[in-house]
Protein backbone atom coordinates (compact mmCIF):
# COMPACT_ATOMS: atom_id res chain seq x y z
CA UNK A 1 0.00 0.00 0.00
CA UNK A 2 1.09 3.55 -0.81
CA UNK A 3 -0.37 6.54 1.08
CA UNK A 4 0.03 10.21 -1.04
CA UNK A 5 -1.24 12.99 1.19
CA UNK A 6 -2.18 15.84 -1.00
CA UNK A 7 -2.94 19.33 0.81
CA UNK A 8 -6.41 19.80 -0.57
CA UNK A 9 -9.65 17.72 -1.55
CA UNK A 10 -9.23 19.19 -4.68
CA UNK A 11 -5.98 18.44 -5.02
CA UNK A 12 -6.49 15.03 -4.17
CA UNK A 13 -9.31 14.53 -7.12
CA UNK A 14 -7.04 15.74 -8.98
CA UNK A 15 -4.00 13.49 -8.59
CA UNK A 16 -6.43 10.26 -8.38
CA UNK A 17 -8.22 11.74 -11.99
CA UNK A 18 -4.61 12.37 -13.25
CA UNK A 19 -3.82 8.85 -12.73
CA UNK A 20 -6.86 7.55 -14.29
CA UNK A 21 -5.60 9.71 -17.67
CA UNK A 22 -2.13 8.34 -17.51
CA UNK A 23 -3.50 4.23 -17.27
CA UNK A 24 -6.39 5.50 -20.19
CA UNK A 25 -3.90 7.15 -22.48
CA UNK A 26 -1.61 3.96 -21.46
CA UNK A 27 -4.39 1.50 -22.49
CA UNK A 28 -7.42 2.96 -24.86
CA UNK A 29 -9.07 -0.55 -23.92
CA UNK A 30 -8.59 -0.03 -20.43
CA UNK A 31 -11.06 -1.92 -17.96
CA UNK A 32 -12.37 0.69 -15.27
CA UNK A 33 -13.83 -0.04 -12.11
CA UNK A 34 -16.02 3.04 -10.96
CA UNK A 35 -17.30 4.21 -7.52
CA UNK A 36 -20.01 6.66 -6.45
CA UNK A 37 -20.26 8.91 -4.00
CA UNK A 38 -19.74 12.57 -2.87
CA UNK A 39 -15.99 12.20 -2.64
CA UNK A 40 -15.67 10.93 -6.17
CA UNK A 41 -17.72 13.73 -8.00
CA UNK A 42 -14.60 15.59 -7.91
CA UNK A 43 -12.70 12.94 -9.61
CA UNK A 44 -15.52 12.90 -12.44
CA UNK A 45 -15.52 16.39 -12.69
CA UNK A 46 -11.78 16.50 -13.43
CA UNK A 47 -11.76 13.56 -15.79
CA UNK A 48 -14.40 15.34 -18.05
CA UNK A 49 -12.15 18.37 -18.44
CA UNK A 50 -9.79 15.87 -19.34
CA UNK A 51 -11.89 14.86 -21.65
CA UNK A 52 -13.12 18.22 -22.97
CA UNK A 53 -9.63 20.39 -22.87
CA UNK A 54 -7.23 17.60 -23.28
CA UNK A 55 -9.00 15.35 -25.84
CA UNK A 56 -8.93 12.60 -22.91
CA UNK A 57 -10.71 9.64 -25.00
CA UNK A 58 -12.92 6.85 -23.86
CA UNK A 59 -14.12 5.63 -26.71
CA UNK A 60 -12.74 2.42 -26.11
CA UNK A 61 -12.95 2.03 -22.59
CA UNK A 62 -14.94 -0.59 -20.47
CA UNK A 63 -16.55 0.31 -16.90
CA UNK A 64 -17.64 -1.44 -14.01
CA UNK A 65 -19.32 -0.15 -11.23
CA UNK A 66 -18.61 -1.41 -7.72
CA UNK A 67 -22.58 -1.42 -6.81
CA UNK A 68 -26.29 -0.54 -7.16
CA UNK A 69 -29.63 -0.58 -4.89
CA UNK A 70 -31.91 -3.28 -5.14
CA UNK A 71 -35.22 -1.94 -6.45
CA UNK A 72 -34.41 1.31 -7.55
CA UNK A 73 -34.67 2.26 -11.40
CA UNK A 74 -31.85 3.63 -13.39
CA UNK A 75 -34.21 6.85 -13.75
CA UNK A 76 -34.21 7.34 -10.19
CA UNK A 77 -32.32 10.13 -9.36
CA UNK A 78 -30.40 8.46 -6.58
CA UNK A 79 -29.87 5.07 -8.41
CA UNK A 80 -25.87 4.95 -8.83
CA UNK A 81 -26.55 4.48 -12.76
CA UNK A 82 -28.39 7.91 -12.84
CA UNK A 83 -25.12 9.39 -10.25
CA UNK A 84 -23.04 8.00 -13.06
CA UNK A 85 -24.86 9.04 -15.92
CA UNK A 86 -25.14 13.16 -14.53
CA UNK A 87 -21.43 12.77 -13.49
CA UNK A 88 -19.86 11.02 -15.93
CA UNK A 89 -21.00 9.15 -18.49
CA UNK A 90 -23.35 11.64 -20.04
CA UNK A 91 -20.07 14.43 -20.39
CA UNK A 92 -17.72 11.93 -22.24
CA UNK A 93 -17.39 9.99 -25.35
CA UNK A 94 -18.25 6.68 -23.54
CA UNK A 95 -19.62 3.60 -25.49
CA UNK A 96 -23.17 2.91 -23.81
CA UNK A 97 -22.54 -1.03 -24.47
CA UNK A 98 -19.34 -0.35 -23.05
CA UNK A 99 -20.63 0.34 -19.60
CA UNK A 100 -21.61 -2.10 -16.71
CA UNK A 101 -23.85 -1.76 -13.28
CA UNK A 102 -25.26 -4.59 -11.39
CA UNK A 103 -28.98 -4.56 -12.47
CA UNK A 104 -30.66 -4.22 -9.14
CA UNK A 105 -33.98 -4.71 -10.75
CA UNK A 106 -33.48 -8.23 -12.00
CA UNK A 107 -35.96 -10.76 -10.99
CA UNK A 108 -33.40 -13.49 -9.68
CA UNK A 109 -30.54 -11.14 -7.99
CA UNK A 110 -28.17 -13.79 -7.48
CA UNK A 111 -28.51 -15.33 -10.89
CA UNK A 112 -27.40 -11.04 -11.43
CA UNK A 113 -24.51 -11.71 -9.37
CA UNK A 114 -22.86 -14.05 -10.66
CA UNK A 115 -23.67 -12.94 -14.63
CA UNK A 116 -21.93 -9.60 -12.99
CA UNK A 117 -19.27 -11.68 -12.03
CA UNK A 118 -18.69 -13.00 -15.00
CA UNK A 119 -18.89 -10.39 -17.55
CA UNK A 120 -15.92 -9.03 -15.20
CA UNK A 121 -13.91 -12.19 -15.97
CA UNK A 122 -15.12 -12.27 -20.08
CA UNK A 123 -13.29 -8.67 -19.77
CA UNK A 124 -10.31 -10.02 -18.66
CA UNK A 125 -10.65 -8.08 -15.09
CA UNK A 126 -10.46 -5.15 -14.09
CA UNK A 127 -7.45 -2.84 -14.64
CA UNK A 128 -8.04 0.00 -12.40
CA UNK A 129 -10.35 0.19 -9.39
CA UNK A 130 -11.49 3.25 -8.10
CA UNK A 131 -12.46 3.42 -4.76
CA UNK A 132 -14.18 5.67 -1.98
CA UNK A 133 -14.72 4.45 2.16
CA UNK A 134 -17.74 4.49 3.97
CA UNK A 135 -17.79 5.96 7.22
CA UNK A 136 -17.80 2.31 8.50
CA UNK A 137 -14.62 1.45 6.81
CA UNK A 138 -16.38 -0.02 3.77
CA UNK A 139 -15.38 -0.31 0.20
CA UNK A 140 -18.34 -0.77 -2.48
CA UNK A 141 -21.10 -2.10 0.15
CA UNK A 142 -18.63 -4.24 1.71
CA UNK A 143 -20.14 -3.23 5.29
CA UNK A 144 -18.31 -4.58 8.41
CA UNK A 145 -18.13 -8.58 9.00
CA UNK A 146 -18.15 -8.78 4.76
CA UNK A 147 -16.14 -12.33 4.26
CA UNK A 148 -12.34 -10.94 2.80
CA UNK A 149 -12.78 -13.65 0.25
CA UNK A 150 -16.58 -12.10 -1.35
CA UNK A 151 -17.65 -12.10 -4.64
CA UNK A 152 -20.36 -10.22 -5.63
CA UNK A 153 -23.67 -10.38 -3.64
CA UNK A 154 -26.50 -8.57 -2.17
CA UNK A 155 -25.64 -7.15 1.18
CA UNK A 156 -28.17 -5.70 3.53
CA UNK A 157 -27.02 -1.89 4.81
CA UNK A 158 -25.93 -1.33 7.88
CA UNK A 159 -28.00 1.21 9.73
CA UNK A 160 -24.97 3.75 9.86
CA UNK A 161 -25.04 3.73 6.14
CA UNK A 162 -28.81 3.78 5.89
CA UNK A 163 -28.76 7.04 8.03
CA UNK A 164 -25.54 8.53 6.24
CA UNK A 165 -27.30 8.39 2.85
CA UNK A 166 -30.91 9.56 4.33
CA UNK A 167 -30.57 13.37 3.03
CA UNK A 168 -29.91 12.19 -0.61
CA UNK A 169 -33.48 9.98 -0.03
CA UNK A 170 -35.67 12.15 2.14
CA UNK A 171 -35.71 10.34 5.29
CA UNK A 172 -33.99 6.99 6.49
CA UNK A 173 -37.64 5.15 5.95
CA UNK A 174 -36.79 5.73 1.60
CA UNK A 175 -33.59 4.11 1.90
CA UNK A 176 -33.10 0.80 0.16
CA UNK A 177 -32.36 -1.84 3.04
CA UNK A 178 -29.99 -3.52 -0.21
CA UNK A 179 -27.32 -3.42 -2.28
CA UNK A 180 -25.76 -5.62 -4.90
CA UNK A 181 -22.28 -5.47 -4.13
CA UNK A 182 -18.76 -6.16 -5.73
CA UNK A 183 -16.90 -8.40 -2.88
CA UNK A 184 -14.13 -7.80 -1.41
CA UNK A 185 -12.54 -10.75 -3.39
CA UNK A 186 -13.52 -9.20 -6.34
CA UNK A 187 -12.37 -5.79 -5.60
CA UNK A 188 -8.67 -7.48 -4.47
CA UNK A 189 -8.41 -9.08 -7.96
CA UNK A 190 -8.13 -5.60 -9.64
CA UNK A 191 -4.85 -5.25 -11.44
CA UNK A 192 -4.42 -2.04 -9.41
CA UNK A 193 -6.78 -0.06 -6.51
CA UNK A 194 -6.97 3.48 -6.22
CA UNK A 195 -8.74 4.85 -2.89
CA UNK A 196 -10.21 8.39 -2.28
CA UNK A 197 -10.54 9.82 1.29
CA UNK A 198 -11.01 13.10 2.09
CA UNK A 199 -12.51 15.33 5.11
CA UNK A 200 -12.22 14.73 8.33
CA UNK A 201 -14.91 12.45 8.91
CA UNK A 202 -13.04 10.10 7.09
CA UNK A 203 -9.27 10.16 9.14
CA UNK A 204 -10.49 7.80 11.63
CA UNK A 205 -11.19 5.06 8.98
CA UNK A 206 -8.63 6.25 6.64
CA UNK A 207 -6.11 5.73 10.06
CA UNK A 208 -7.77 1.95 10.44
CA UNK A 209 -8.02 0.84 7.33
CA UNK A 210 -3.74 1.44 6.60
CA UNK A 211 -2.52 1.31 9.75
CA UNK A 212 -4.68 -1.04 11.55
CA UNK A 213 -5.04 -4.58 11.35
CA UNK A 214 -6.64 -6.60 8.13
CA UNK A 215 -9.88 -7.40 9.28
CA UNK A 216 -13.68 -8.04 8.31
CA UNK A 217 -15.08 -5.02 10.39
CA UNK A 218 -12.92 -2.40 8.02
CA UNK A 219 -13.35 -4.23 4.62
CA UNK A 220 -10.95 -0.99 3.07
CA UNK A 221 -8.41 -2.72 5.58
CA UNK A 222 -8.25 -6.00 2.96
CA UNK A 223 -6.27 -3.52 0.43
CA UNK A 224 -3.59 -4.19 2.55
CA UNK A 225 -2.76 -7.24 0.75
CA UNK A 226 -3.13 -5.81 -2.88
CA UNK A 227 0.14 -5.68 -4.75
CA UNK A 228 -0.61 -2.30 -6.21
CA UNK A 229 -2.74 0.32 -4.27
CA UNK A 230 -2.68 3.53 -3.55
CA UNK A 231 -4.71 5.58 -0.45
CA UNK A 232 -4.97 9.26 -1.87
CA UNK A 233 -5.94 11.64 0.88
CA UNK A 234 -5.74 15.44 2.00
CA UNK A 235 -4.57 16.67 4.76
CA UNK A 236 -7.75 16.17 6.97
CA UNK A 237 -8.16 12.61 5.85
CA UNK A 238 -4.70 11.85 6.76
CA UNK A 239 -5.07 13.67 10.10
CA UNK A 240 -4.85 10.44 12.58
CA UNK A 241 -2.26 8.29 10.38
CA UNK A 242 0.39 8.12 12.37
CA UNK A 243 3.55 7.15 9.63
CA UNK A 244 2.68 10.56 7.44
CA UNK A 245 6.21 11.74 7.30
CA UNK A 246 7.05 8.21 5.90
CA UNK A 247 4.33 8.38 3.35
CA UNK A 248 5.31 12.10 1.99
CA UNK A 249 8.97 10.42 2.07
CA UNK A 250 7.89 7.67 -0.66
CA UNK A 251 5.64 10.31 -2.02
CA UNK A 252 8.42 12.58 -2.56
CA UNK A 253 11.42 10.03 -3.49
CA UNK A 254 9.22 7.27 -5.53
CA UNK A 255 10.11 8.01 -9.53
CA UNK A 256 6.85 6.27 -10.05
CA UNK A 257 5.47 9.41 -8.78
CA UNK A 258 7.39 12.03 -10.53
CA UNK A 259 5.33 13.42 -12.97
CA UNK A 260 2.58 13.84 -10.52
CA UNK A 261 4.89 16.01 -7.50
C1 LIG B 1 -21.34 4.55 -0.38
C2 LIG B 1 -20.78 3.85 -1.62
C3 LIG B 1 -19.29 3.69 -1.49
C4 LIG B 1 -18.65 5.05 -1.19
C5 LIG B 1 -19.21 5.62 0.09
C6 LIG B 1 -18.60 6.95 0.49
O1 LIG B 1 -21.35 3.70 0.71
N1 LIG B 1 -21.38 2.56 -1.84
O2 LIG B 1 -18.75 3.13 -2.68
O3 LIG B 1 -17.27 4.89 -1.06
O4 LIG B 1 -20.61 5.74 -0.06
O5 LIG B 1 -19.29 8.03 -0.06
P1 LIG B 1 -18.88 9.54 0.12
O6 LIG B 1 -17.80 9.80 -0.87
O7 LIG B 1 -20.12 10.30 -0.22
O8 LIG B 1 -18.41 9.73 1.52
Redesign the pocket.
Known amino acids: MEVIIQPTDEAAAALVARVVSHDLRANPHLVLGL??????ERVYRQLVRFHKDRKLDFSLCRTFN??EYVGLFPSDPNSYRHYMEQHLFRQVNIEPRNIHLPNGLATDLDEECRRYEALIQRFGGIDLQL?????AG????NEPLSALRSRTRVKALTPT?IQ?NASFFGGEGNVPRR?I?MGVGTIIEARRCVLLATGDS?ADVIAQAVEGPITSMVTASALQLHPRCTVVVDEAAAGKLKERDYYRWIFDNEPEWEEYR
Open positions: ATGKTMLDLGIGRHIGFTQATK
